[in-house]
């Protein structure tokens, strides 16, 4: 009889029980008691429900382009960068998987090495370059990302204070908080579509646009920068009724599923970003399991927007969403 293909949640208990077999149980970032923006993100999309729409039927289109990138789905993988349980391919493996699946890879912290391995696989790649406090290695950073051939560069903005690792901070020597007139230098000089990442405010958001940027990804990183910030999905209407029309606005932290990423269109997101979910995916199956994770999502999105009636992804909006009525 022949295997049916695993589902989105299969994909990811897969995942999850080969890194356990592999001695992994917690990666990034690792668990505090604290139950902080992570869960308060999962519980507000929890709370956001689909209006259907099942006459009139559509055929759906998911394709779009972001930051130049011609894409067959709303998806792109976070920026990841190398932790201990990936071998030493497994970025561009990763990056195979996404770019086979008609989305896009975005990388962190990391060597050109890996950068050139991933843009080697054919994948569109765009490299976040941190808030280093040697500002020569921020410049170094951007032009060996342009001169490999990335489609965008930017910067994750809420490592300005280090990075969050459960309850304890690392890296604050090595990272620090940027001059805004710097800023402002690195984002002319990149010549380059330059995003911001890490942005949950409206005002951070509007001094990115005033610096030069062409993308946002509002972002809490995943519990990996400042506990108890706006959760993602919360701040990022306001962000978009602000900026949305001067710039493309990403969204990403806690998103697991098809139907997560249309509510998240809904309020105004260009495309959603997943960072867990693929090395869950990548260490269900390989590139194929993230391939197949894209595939799967795109899928679930696809099938939600036929029934909201949304043929594209331009005719999805804020329409399509009921909130859930507060209790009490
Ligand atoms: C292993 C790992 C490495 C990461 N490295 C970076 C990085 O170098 N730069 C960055 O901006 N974000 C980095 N992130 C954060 C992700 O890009 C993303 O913002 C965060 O994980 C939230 O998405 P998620 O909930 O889908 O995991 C990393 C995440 C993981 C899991």
């Known amino acids: 009889m022949k295997e049916e293909?695993?589902?989105?949640?299969?994909?990811?208990?897969?995942?999850?029980?080969?890194?356990e077999k592999q001695g992994v149980t917690k990666?990034?970032?690792?668990?505090?008691?604290?139950?902080?923006?992570?869960?308060?993100?999962?519980?507000?999309?929890?709370?956001?429900?689909?209006?259907?729409?099942?006459?009139?039927?559509?055929?759906?289109?998911?394709?779009?382009?972001?930051?130049?990138?011609?894409?067959?789905?709303?998806?792109?993988?976070?920026?990841?960068?190398?932790?201990?349980?990936?071998?030493d391919n497994g970025l561009a493996e990763i990056a195979r998987g996404v770019?086979?699946?008609?989305?896009?890879?975005?990388?962190?912290?990391?060597?050109?090495?890996?950068?050139?391995?991933?843009?080697?696989?054919?994948?569109?790649?765009?490299k976040m370059v941190k808030p280093y406090r040697k500002t020569e290695l921020i410049y170094e950073k951007v032009r060996d990302a342009k001169s490999r051939g990335c489609k965008a560069v930017g910067m994750d903005i809420d490592h300005f204070y280090g990075r969050l690792l459960g309850d304890r901070v690392d890296r604050t020597e090595v990272f620090g908080p940027q001059h805004t007139e710097e800023l402002r230098q690195v984002i002319a000089q990149a010549k380059?579509?330059?995003?911001?990442?890490?942005?949950?405010?409206?005002?951070?958001?509007?001094?990115?646009?005033?610096?030069?940027?062409?993308a946002?990804?509002?972002?809490?990183?995943?519990?990996?920068?400042?506990?108890?910030?706006?959760?993602?999905?919360?701040?990022?209407?306001?962000i978009v009724d602000s900026v949305g029309n001067k710039v493309t606005v990403l969204v990403d932290s806690?998103?697991?599923?098809?139907?997560?990423?249309?509510?998240?269109?809904?309020?105004?997101?260009?495309?959603?970003?997943?960072?867990?979910?693929?090395?869950?995916?990548?260490?269900?199956?390989?590139?194929?399991g993230v391939e197949h994770l894209?595939?799967?999502l795109t899928a679930e999105l696809q099938r939600t927007m036929a029934a909201t009636g949304c043929p594209n992804l331009s005719a999805v909006t804020g329409a399509i969403i009921s909130q859930a009525p507060t209790p009490g």
């Open 294 to 296: 894209i595939n799967l």
């Open 99 to 126: 770019g086979n699946a008609g989305a896009l890879m975005m990388l962190g912290i990391g060597s050109s090495k890996e950068l050139q391995d991933a843009i080697d696989t054919g994948a569109p790649v765009v």
């Open 254 to 288: 806690g998103f697991k599923t098809g139907n997560d990423i249309l509510k998240a269109l809904a309020f105004g997101a260009k495309a959603v970003g997943f960072a867990n979910s693929m090395l869950l995916a990548f260490a269900a199956d390989g590139s194929a």
């Open 27 to 87: 990666w990034f970032p690792p668990d505090s008691n604290i139950e902080g923006s992570a869960q308060a993100n999962r519980r507000y999309l929890d709370s956001l429900f689909f209006v259907p729409k099942f006459f009139d039927p559509v055929e759906v289109d998911t394709s779009c382009t972001i930051l130049g990138a011609k894409l067959k789905t709303p998806v792109f993988c976070s920026p990841l960068s190398k932790t201990d349980f990936l071998p």
């Open 5 to 19: 293909p695993l589902s989105i949640s299969q994909l990811y208990n897969k995942g999850k029980e080969t890194l």
């Open 216 to 238: 946002i990804v509002v972002s809490n990183h995943g519990r990996g920068a400042i506990d108890f910030t706006v959760p993602s999905m919360i701040a990022l209407p306001g």
């Open 192 to 214: 380059l579509p330059f995003i911001i990442k890490g942005v949950l405010s409206v005002s951070d958001a509007e001094k990115a646009v005033e610096l030069g940027a062409s």
